[in-house]
């Protein structure tokens, strides 16, 4: 049985890729950035039990976790110019970064909530009684801790974020999918072509991995015996 | 002076300080035993404001909160004049014996940092830690996080230091290490409330004790006189049953 897989292909497909990369990764990067401030946000929230706030907080973590990625990138970039027409200039970059943070930022908030929530509450009580205030203590001694409770699960997320964002294809952004797809219609080699594409988003991932052990190992160290 | 006047707090339905009156002169160490649940851990709580007490005043020394009248700048303020010693130690897991002792000294104080590292390292020396200063909490034995503990509240210079079972979650191996420094530290004129289950370390130590049961203070007198001539029955009776039975000497 002859294969045909052409390998020399695949390697010559590189380079007409990698430089789609940064934009995959300035999408995952930013998004990250935004819903990691959401998500904190919401996560105090969360735990303040205010009454109409953590209530509003809970419906947005329900909402957004429950629809689908791409029919919320479709909500935001074909939706809501049609209702607040000052929305059409968005481009299709911004929308699909606010649609991914939206969605980010749901799982972040629970994530963020159970790692402040695992943080032994003498450890807030102890600040308290040698004088620091609350906002002291949360930066100084609570948030180091829920960070490195946090680390672990937020690291996943970021990876299953890197993938979605090649989501952002359909609303027409090229980002590494869509110009992976553009070489492959114009060639029709699709296995290599994709497979080249899988082989790049496992190295991104792969190199993440290694900086996320390395963040790692750093915060246990105040842990290890 | 520490003065606590008609302080009550309840759980619920559960009454746990039912009216206490209770003064504590500068200097004075004053030791507060009782059987479980009796309300000890929470009036330290409520003295160091950890809990919010439903009723009642409090004055430590140049502070004053009344319940009723609230605010958090006075709560603020008014925990500043005490620094508690916890059961289990509840050293700040992120920061090393040296930052554990400094940290208050920094951010709430304000005191720089090479200040509050020479601060530190004489109080750390006092406590006998001067080799362990750069270790993480998890690295260090039982007896040495919490002297560790007391360095962080002698730090702050608090008006007084409250001691809530300091030894009672230590191996026995540890306890007496914890006790001395305890006592060290009692001999410098410190004003100090401790609630201890260690019979003897209360006589040794304490100016005064106080014995609690369900929320009130039933007996209160010298070491001597409580432990050796205890009046009320339920003092005889605590007493008989964590077998410092010399009241019927
Ligand atoms: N946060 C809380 N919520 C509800 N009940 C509480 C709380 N803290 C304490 N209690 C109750 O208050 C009562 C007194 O508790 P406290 O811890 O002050 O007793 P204690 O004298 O320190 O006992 P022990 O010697 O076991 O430490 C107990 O019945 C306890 O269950
Ligand atoms: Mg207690």
Same mark, same amino acid.
Not at chain 2, 69 to 91: E, P
Not at chain 2, 234 to 244: I, M, P
């Given at each position: 049985m002859d294969l045909n897989i052409d390998f020399g292909y695949l390697i010559s497909l590189i380079p007409d890729l990698l430089p789609f990369i940064p934009l995959t990764l300035f999408l995952a990067i930013v998004t990250m950035v935004i819903a990691v401030v959401l998500g904190m946000g919401i996560a105090l929230v969360l735990r303040s039990g205010l009454p109409v706030l953590t209530h509003l907080a809970f419906t947005y973590v329900s909402f957004f976790r429950a629809i689908p990625s791409l029919v919320q990138l479709f909500l935001i970039y074909y939706g809501l110019p049609q209702i607040f027409p000052a929305l059409s200039g968005m481009t299709a970059i911004a929308a699909a970064i606010l649609g991914l943070s939206l969605k980010q930022a749901a799982y972040l908030a629970e994530i963020f909530r159970a790692a402040l929530g695992s943080v032994d509450k003498g450890q807030m009580e102890a600040c308290l009684s040698v004088g620091m205030t609350r906002v002291q203590a949360f930066r100084r001694v609570i948030l180091p801790q829920a960070i490195r409770n946090a680390i672990p699960a937020t690291g996943n997320q970021f990876i299953g974020l890197i993938k979605e964002t090649s989501l952002a294809f359909t609303l027409g952004v090229v980002e590494l999918f869509a110009q992976g797809r553009i070489l492959a219609a114009s060639s029709l080699r699709f296995f290599e072509t994709y497979l080249a594409l899988a082989l790049l988003y496992w190295a991104m991932i792969i190199i993440y991995t290694f900086i996320q052990q390395a963040i790692e190992k750093k915060i246990e160290r105040p842990y290890q015996s | 002076m520490i003065t606590v006047k008609n302080l009550k707090k309840r759980f619920g339905d559960n009454v746990v300080l039912d009216g206490i009156n209770l003064e504590v002169k500068e200097g004075e160490v004053l030791a507060i035993i009782g059987p479980s649940g009796s309300g000890k851990s929470t009036l330290l709580r409520c003295l160091n404001l950890l809990e919010k007490p439903d009723e009642g005043e409090l004055i430590i020394g140049d502070k004053q909160l009344d319940v009723? %009248?609230?605010?958090?700048? %006075?709560?603020? $303020? #008014? /925990?500043? $004049?005490?620094?508690?010693?916890? $059961?289990?130690?509840? #050293?700040?897991k992120n920061k090393t014996a040296l930052e554990n002792v400094t940290e208050a000294l920094i951010i709430a104080k304000k005191i720089k940092k090479p200040e509050a590292e020479k601060i530190a390292m004489k109080i750390l020396n006092q406590v006998g830690l001067e080799d362990k200063v750069h270790q993480y909490p998890v690295t260090l034995s039982g007896g040495q996080q919490q002297r560790v503990g007391i360095a962080r509240a002698l730090a702050v210079n608090p008006y007084a230091i409250l001691f809530d079972e300091p030894t009672s979650a230590l191996d026995p191996e540890w306890v007496s290490e914890v006790l001395q420094v305890i006592k060290k530290i009692a001999e410098q004129n410190s004003t100090m409330i401790i609630v201890t289950h260690e019979m003897q370390f209360a006589e040794e130590v304490a100016d005064r004790v106080i014995f609690m049961a369900d929320g009130n203070i039933v007996e209160e007198n010298t070491p001597k006189e409580i432990f050796h001539n205890p $009046?009320?029955? /339920?003092?005889?009776?605590? #007493? /008989?049953?964590?077998?410092?039975?010399?009241?019927?000497?």
């Open positions: - | 009723h %009248k609230m605010s958090s700048k %006075k709560i603020y $303020q #008014l /925990r500043q $004049q005490t620094a508690m010693v916890f $059961q289990h130690y509840n #050293l700040f $009046q009320s029955p /339920r003092t005889k009776q605590f #007493l /008989r049953r964590v077998g410092s039975g010399e009241e019927d000497v």
